[in-house]
């Protein structure tokens, strides 16, 4: 009789299939914990947790908009900044010049520049734009704090350019050939084709590198923290100082004494995970449609 | 449609090609200030003492960042230890058997990992352990970066491997190699660049954070070796220093911020030379 030898193949499959299961189950218990020692905040707070601007431990009081409207303020206005650098980045490497040595260089400096720590960001914001920011604000006349939104953003928009500066340049890189041809044989300019045929086909694929950039710039911590200003009061002025969800954990997460306050400031996470997760999700589901679509 | 000149089609054309370029370059200024300003400021504290010596009290000049560097190298090895391991055969699994709805479902989960802010999985770290052993720990923060290096293992041991050719693993099963040992012994070796570029690349991120390790290894001004207590890291420190009123502690904080970004701009550049040089091609 032919003895078949034990391959371990069952036993390998069901260790590969339990690591997967792991992995879930991972994510699974990060968002359960975070609701978990969330809900005592969840029930003290309601809903004036983001309606209200009254953020005070000593009475009790904890309603986080003005953190969330600082988040979102130095997000948009570092996504606006960050988005118009990412088109020329990925109009330049992704249309005029895909190789070469302009090309290796700037795509190794952009790259780079996704691998410096957010500390080491907040450092240099807080030692070189923080004094420019704030002789603007003398020369404008108002008070010269140099912290403030603005310039959080300003930093901000520095450290999420690669993300979506890489994953646009990869869409119109795979803007097909015929097309782009098609249009200059018919006497279009250069121009006029990366404006008419690349933008247009590689539009969708740009927007979720957005999204990812967005996602992160919601998320970063350290360098805004050290720029920010970290202010209690509600404001839209950008020259101000002011605060974001991140920042306000950072500083306080350590210090908070008390379930209602520690459980607060998890609620603020809980926010953050959520937010954060939904848009990384939809801008890696757009980027996947519009690869797999440009591959046909 | 409305007639526009050749000429001025032309012009607009030049036009937009020096706006990209220059709005291009203006990109670039960032990266080209950073190292400046980090190489003037931060190259001249260095010195041998600065590398072993304990950060000394206010006022006192000298003084240095051993216990920043052991507690980053211990951290890292920390995060390694979980995340590597777990991270290579979830990669494993996704590309051998990601087709599945599980399969699908933990492709999920590691991409929504990847996109989570750091200082959620500080806090995930902190209600695991910091709370349960009541005191923070150099094994709490090891626990926080290990779960932000583990996406980028997975993610990218997942794409090395589906880049591996059938043909490669249809000889080693037609040889009568078993499913197995073809898959740990011929997959993935011939994949071995990507796996090790995904984990310089986790190496690299991990080194860097420091909000995650805000309120898990906290940060201690001694040099210890001892996981259960709290824990200097380098970018902790930075963070610290940076922050403090100080002018002598401002020059540390240059000295660790050029010692840091050495750090893990050589990793990056690392990572590119062995993809380069070890590319996964058939």
């Not at chain 1, 914001?125 to 420019?132: D, K, R, S, T």
């Not at chain 1, 998890?266 to 519009?290: D, H, M, Q, Y």
């Not at chain 2, 690299?204 to 207590?229: H, M, Q, V």
């Amino acid at each position: 009789m032919v003895r078949i030898r034990n391959d371990y193949g069952s036993t390998f499959r069901s260790l590969l299939v339990l690591v997967g299961l792991a992995v879930s189950v991972l994510l699974a218990a990060i968002f359960l914990s975070l609701f978990l020692f969330s809900r005592p905040a969840l029930l003290n707070n309601g809903l004036r947790f983001i309606t209200g601007t009254e953020w005070n431990p000593v009475t009790g009081k904890f309603q986080a908009l003005t953190f969330v409207v600082g988040t979102l303020l130095t997000s948009f206005i570092a996504l606006a900044i960050a988005t118009v650098l990412s088109f020329a980045l990925a109009i330049l490497l992704g249309y005029y010049f895909r190789t070469g040595a302009l090309a290796s260089v700037m795509k190794t400096a952009v790259e780079l520049l996704a691998g410096i720590p957010s500390v080491v960001y907040g450092f240099i914001g807080l030692f070189f734009l923080v004094p420019i920011v704030r002789a603007f604000q003398l020369v404008l006349g108002m008070p010269p704090y140099g912290v403030g939104m603005l310039t959080a953003s300003i930093l901000l928009a520095f450290m999420i350019l690669p993300y979506s500066a890489s994953i646009g340049r990869e869409m119109i890189s795979l803007v097909p050939e015929d097309l782009k041809e098609a249009a200059l044989s018919l006497g279009a300019t250069p121009s006029e084709v990366v404006r008419k045929v690349s933008l247009p086909y590689a539009r969708s694929g740009i927007l979720g590198g957005v999204l990812l950039a967005l996602g992160r710039a919601l998320g970063e911590t350290m360098a805004v923290t050290m720029v920010v200003g970290n202010s209690y009061n509600l404001t839209l002025n950008v020259l101000s100082p002011g605060n974001t969800m991140a920042s306000l954990i950072a500083n306080e997460f350590s210090e908070a004494t008390g379930e209602v306050y520690l459980s607060s400031l998890i609620e603020i996470a809980l926010l953050l995970f959520l937010v954060s997760s939904a848009i990384n999700i939809l801008g890696k589901l757009i980027i996947k449609r519009t690869s797999a679509a440009a591959q046909l | 449609m409305r007639e526009v000149s050749l000429q001025r089609r032309l012009r607009g054309d030049k036009a937009f090609k020096a706006g990209t370029l220059a709005l291009s370059l203006v990109a670039t200024v960032p990266l080209t200030l950073i190292l400046v300003f980090i190489v003037i400021r931060g190259a001249s504290s260095i010195n041998w003492q600065f590398l072993t010596a304990l950060p000394k009290p206010v006022g006192e000049s000298g003084g240095g960042i051993a216990n920043a560097l052991v507690g980053t190298v211990l951290l890292i090895l920390i995060g390694s230890l979980i995340s590597i391991p777990l991270g290579v055969s979830a990669g494993i699994f996704l590309a051998e058997r990601g087709k599945t709805r599980l399969g699908s479902v933990t492709r999920l989960a590691v991409e929504t990992l990847m996109g989570i802010p750091s200082i959620v999985l500080g806090i995930v770290a902190y209600v695991w352990v910091v709370r349960p052993m009541r005191g923070f720990s150099a094994l709490s923060g090891g626990i926080a970066l290990a779960m932000i290096m583990l996406p980028v293992i997975t993610l990218a041991t997942e794409e090395t491997l589906l880049l591996i050719p059938v043909s490669l693993r249809e000889a080693a099963l037609a040889l009568g190699v078993s499913y197995p040992r073809t898959v740990l012994r011929v997959v993935l070796p011939a994949g071995l660049s990507g796996i090790l570029t995904g984990v310089l690349l986790a190496v690299a991120r991990g080194a860097g954070e420091s909000a995650p390790l805000l309120f898990t290894a906290f940060g201690n001004p001694y040099l210890t070796g001892n996981i259960l207590k709290p824990m200097a890291s380098l970018p902790l420190t930075i963070f610290n220093y940076a922050t403090s009123p100080y002018p002598e502690w401002h020059a540390l904080a240059w000295g660790a911020s050029f010692v840091l970004l050495v750090f893990v701009l050589a990793l990056n550049l690392l990572t590119k030379l062995v993809s380069a040089k070890w590319k996964v091609q058939f």
